[in-house]
T-cell receptor
């Protein structure tokens, strides 16, 4: 059974600081997704990482994937209050061909303080 | 495109009543997923369909839950009878090639 672990689960940081959220998973997969959820809202896709070494960047967020280490990171640069949200990583369960079934981590609640 | 549409957005019902949640996926998407989100258990996959056919319902908690997808543009998740522990936000998501697009969710409260 695929397990996806995120850490930390709670992250309080000051504006302007940098930090990294980690996502470890237990079985082979080369498809990983990052989502954002604002309080009371739905999940919004941020990044799709489809191969080893993939790196995607959008604004102050950068995601990377190391399939050999079964690890993805979401790096936050110079945090601003608008980044406060819960961030989920999700891993495609399938081996070889994809059935697009995802297993989600528990999420990281990020609070950026002024 | 309007995105994934769910209805109702909020539902309050009494224990024992039947609840039906509805979902319209994004046109052209061939996968549809039903999730449940609670503080205690996080985001759980209940069931998913490919081309209207249920592929994996192993996440459905018990026989009180059932889901159908009669055509490519409509799916329902039914709970009968409902119980207070079913209170949660239920999300529907659809996808074409990997990325899942989530609907706004239905917040269900069972009293």
């Amino acid at each position: 059974e695929l397990k996806v672990e995120q850490n930390p689960l709670f992250l309080s940081m000051q504006e302007g600081k940098n930090y990294t959220i980690y996502c470890n998973y237990s079985t082979t997969s080369d498809r990983l997704y990052w989502y954002r959820q604002d309080p009371g809202k739905s999940l919004e896709s941020l990044f799709v990482l489809l191969s080893n070494g993939a790196v995607k960047q959008e604004g102050r967020l950068m995601a990377s994937l190391d399939t050999k280490a079964r690890l993805s990171t979401l790096h936050i640069t110079a945090a601003v209050h608008d980044l406060s949200a819960t961030y989920f990583c999700a891993v495609d369960n399938s081996k070889g061909g994809s059935n697009y079934k995802l297993t989600f981590g528990k999420g990281t609640l990020l609070t950026v303080n002024p | 495109d309007a995105g994934v549409i769910q209805s109702p957005r909020h539902e309050v019902t009494e224990m024992g009543q039947e609840v039906t949640l509805r979902c319209k996926p994004i046109s052209g998407h061939d996968y549809l997923f039903w999730y449940r989100q609670t503080m205690m258990r996080g985001l759980e996959l209940l069931i998913y369909f490919n081309n209207n056919v249920p592929i994996d319902d192993s996440g459905m908690p018990e026989d009180r839950f059932s889901a159908k997808m009669p055509n490519a543009s409509f799916s329902t998740l039914k709970i009968q009878p409902s119980e207070p522990r079913d209170s949660a936000v239920y999300f529907c998501a659809s996808s074409l090639e990997g990325v899942q697009y989530f609907g706004p969710g239905t917040r269900l409260t069972v009293l």
